[in-house]
């Protein structure tokens, strides 16, 4: 194993004749010698290729005259559009620090640019044959250590130099706690604290153990660490590494003050609201939320007002509209609340709503708050997956640390509070998430009593290796880096989305096969700024689309979006989180006479091992992470050919979907893709079930009792799973989510209505939809499912009084007595 690899972008190749090229040798065996790999590239393209592919690079060695290779344009390894720079180059002209315009004078110059957007503070050592340094940019000298004159001092020496810099980068390199971590692990210490298998050595008596040590390896088991061990520091008091890994994470992402979570962003969710609202005081909770959001509710005892989102005919869930937020609004909205009339007071003191949403959809957060700002002191963006935000300048101020006393200014400025899922769409480990914090005077956030709700939340007994990973992830987003991974991640999106345009284009044209392809949920055209023109957006420059957030932002009634009363700017669709649009249905709800519902789409690409991340009638959602290639969505391309082939040859289903119909085989035997799509289509139009969830989650149920309190009755036997036919008029004492689309359309304390009402409509007609269709039934969180009759039975205050419930209950168990614990 190596100490690491360091880059020589020099023209002359080793085995070439000439004084300086054996000079070179030299080098290259000297460092061998050190214990580094030298890795060899003549051009400025194989130079560029190895910067984007070669991560654990220690240092560089760049020949100023390298040539640019392939001059044509193109790139090796199917590099990146316009000229191979995933940045898409400087918006200066292409040089750092506002140097020179970019001329492309000699791919040296290239390399550096390209160095300095790919790795912080990289040491890079510049090879030049000239006598002084005055015929170099001046930016030059702003990026590199230092010159080398092949001939002018010897191999060793040169060496030694690049050796000692690559050494001293890798050193700073990690981040605080990290680098902590391994320096205790490097001690090999004896364990005499917890945990019990003492760095895994427990395990080795075991068979089973054994097996356990050999799959995850020694290393994660040394590391898995007691509270003890001061060294490392305390999670709960914020000392040490650990402290100084929370201060690095505040400073790269925005905040005043950082907290790392273990337990996801669920626990983050419960921990703000915990701490913002306390018992019968008012939160405006955006009905596009979390159930953890909830959960903080119950614990905290608030009552909530809920805001609500808009959708549109695909089923999406949208925004907030403006007027949603607007003073005056939510003024009606508390006064309308018949929970919010026994408050302690009638201003709220908690606002939370979800950015992005699920489908990717994110707010100007200036815009929020400002309207917000008026009702509420504290807003609590939930960011579970957005932890990305701030490291691109599509997204420029659409994140909550992006509001702040330069932002906003006076008075008026609310606390605002972001919740991270950091694992989500970062490199972190699961359940790693964080809490950033920018208070205002208006509602101070004192250290102290915020981590009495973070000690309340968390755990005595931390996972090292997670505080590890969102320091580590942190560090990863630190500098041009952090810009560097987002936007490859942005453009590998770009690219797909307009393949599947493309593709659908050219399946139209060809005439030789049924016309219909997939969609991509996205404007068709967009406007460059810069010239006014309008583009197909599959024609756009990818420079374009990954560079200008108008491209994406949704205008006003616009009809591809669906969503209405959207402004200018409020709301931009996040080009990562791609949804792919099935025929049979548009974004304003029109539904056609045959379609594909995406069930049937998403459950065949799961045989080809794509699992998507979210799939509603005619829509499925894709996330492109920091983790996306070109070949993994290549893959997903070639599965969607592969389906529509299918579907145009009327395959049996036997043939694509073997386990559907081995499992339900007097259901399915004998049918057909395309039957069983127009089957479920036909079934989804004449329920009109999409139109129905609209209705469900536009017009909200009445809300009649705390949430907490239906909680006190659920555990002390309060409550009673009933029918739907028989839930009408009932109260709610547990959540029903159904997923799609993944939201709850009842909460605990509120009224199921009316037979004939939008709620049980809705859930009726799903049920209906399950029967049907055994193999597709939606999941559907708070819903138990009657095993003799297939009925859904959902969890409602039992009519009798809560004093009753608890004496029937307590006639079946055994009381326990004031020495025993319940």
């Not at 989500?424 to 914090?437: E, G, T």
């Not at 101070?444 to 090292?464: C, D, I, K, Q, W």
């Amino acid at each position: 194993m190596t100490d690491g690899t360091i880059l020589f972008a020099v023209r002359e190749f080793p085995q070439s004749g000439g004084a300086g090229a054996e000079q070179l040798r030299r080098i290259r065996m000297e460092l061998e010698t050190r214990g580094f790999e030298v890795r060899w590239a003549a051009t400025a393209d194989d130079a560029q290729a190895v910067l984007r592919t070669e991560a654990g690079l220690a240092a560089a060695v760049v020949d100023w005259d390298l040539p640019q290779g392939d001059t044509t344009g193109g790139e090796p390894n199917g590099g990146e559009p316009n000229g191979g720079e995933p940045n898409g180059g400087e918006l200066n002209g292409g040089e750092p620090n506002g140097g020179e315009l970019n001329g492309g004078e000699t791919g040296g110059a290239d390399v550096l640019r390209h160095t300095n957007k790919r790795f912080q503070n990289l040491p890079v050592f510049l090879v030049t044959v000239g006598e002084d340094l005055e015929h170099l940019p001046l930016w030059v000298a702003e990026t590199v250590i230092g010159y080398i004159w092949p001939l002018e001092d010897t191999a060793p020496f040169i060496a030694g130099r690049i050796a000692s810099a690559a050494r001293g980068y890798q050193q700073d390199l990690l981040p605080p706690f990290f680098k902590a971590l391994r320096r205790f692990d490097h001690a090999h210490e004896y364990s005499w604290h917890t945990p019990a298998h003492s760095g895994g050595v427990a395990f080795l008596k075991s068979p089973v153990g054994r097996a356990f040590h050999d799959y995850f390896g020694e290393r994660l088991l040394r590391s898995d660490l007691s509270i003890s061990v001061e060294e490392l520091g305390s999670l709960f008091e914020h000392t040490g590494p650990v402290g100084a890994a929370e201060r690095n994470a505040a400073r790269v992402f925005g905040a005043d003050r950082t907290y790392f979570v273990l337990h996801g962003d669920s626990t983050c969710d419960r921990m703000v609201g915990h701490f913002s609202v306390t018992q019968d005081e008012i939160a405006l909770v955006d009905r596009n939320c979390h159930k953890s959001v909830l959960h903080g509710l119950v614990l905290s005892g608030a009552r909530p007002v809920y805001l609500v989102p808009t959708r549109n005919g695909y089923g999406l869930a949208g925004p907030l509209p403006p007027h949603e937020i607007q003073a005056q609004s939510i003024a009606s909205r508390i006064s309308r609340n018949p929970l919010a009339q026994s408050a302690v007071s009638p201003q709220a003191q908690y606002a939370v709503l979800t950015n992005s949403t699920y489908d990717g959809l994110c707010y100007d957060a200036l815009q929020v708050a400002q309207a917000l700002a008026p009702s509420t002191p504290r807003l609590h963006f939930d960011e579970a997956w957005f932890a990305y935000a701030r490291f691109h300048p599509l997204y420029a101020g659409r994140y909550g640390m992006a509001v702040g006393p330069d932002t906003f200014p006076g008075p008026e400025r609310p606390t605002v509070f972001s919740t991270q899922s950091t694992h989500k769409l970062l490199a972190a480990l699961s359940q790693s998430a964080m809490v950033h914090v920018k208070p205002s005077p208006r509602a101070p956030v004192e250290h102290e009593r915020f981590n009495e709700a973070f000690m309340m939340h968390g755990t005595t007994s931390p996972l090292y290796p997670m505080i590890a990973s969102l320091d580590v992830a942190t560090a990863m987003m630190d500098g041009p880096q952090g810009r560097w991974l987002i936007d490859e991640a942005v453009t590998e999106a770009i690219r797909f989305r307009q393949t599947v345009v493309r593709v659908g284009r050219r399946i139209a044209a060809a005439d030789d096969r049924p016309g219909w392809f997939f969609g991509v949920w996205q404007p068709s055209t967009v406007t460059d700024p810069a010239t006014g023109e309008r583009l197909p957006f599959a024609d756009a420059p990818a420079e374009l689309l990954r560079t200008e957030p108008s491209c994406w932002q949704l205008e006003p009634d616009a009809d591809w979006h669906g969503f209405t009363g959207m402004t200018d700017g409020y709301c931009l669709l996040d080009p990562i989180k791609v949804t792919l649009t099935c025929p049979g249905i548009d974004a304003t709800g029109q539904m056609s006479d045959w379609g594909i519902p995406a069930r049937i789409l998403t459950a065949y690409l799961a045989t080809r091992n794509i699992v998507v991340e979210k799939t509603d009638s005619y829509t499925t959602l894709i996330l492109f992470s920091m983790g996306i290639t070109k070949g993994k969505w290549g893959t997903l391309m070639d599965a969607l050919m592969d389906f529509k082939s299918l579907y145009d040859q009327n395959a049996p289903l036997e043939r694509l979907l073997p386990e559907l119909v081995a499992t339900h085989p007097h259901r399915y035997t004998g049918q057909t893709l395309r039957e069983l799509c127009q089957e479920m289509h036909d079934h989804l139009r004449d329920a009109r079930l999409v139109e129905l969830l609209d209705t469900a989650f536009q017009d909200l149920p009445e809300p009649a009792t705390p949430p907490q309190r239906c909680y006190q009755r659920l555990i002390r036997g309060g409550t009673e799973r009933v029918r739907l036919a028989d839930a009408a008029d009932r109260v709610a004492a547990a959540m029903v989510t159904v997923t799609p689309p993944g939201i709850p359309v009842l909460m605990p304390g509120e009224n199921t209505g009316t037979p004939d009402g939008p709620l049980l409509r809705y859930l009726t007609a799903l049920e209906s939809f399950d029967r049907h269709f055994p193999g597709f039934r939606s999941e559907t969180h708070g819903v138990t499912l009657d095993p003799a009759t297939g009925d859904y039975l959902i969890e409602c205050v039992s009519r009798i009084p809560a004093q009753q419930a608890n004496r029937t209950s307590e006639e079946h168990h055994e009381t326990p007595t004031r020495t025993q614990r319940p």
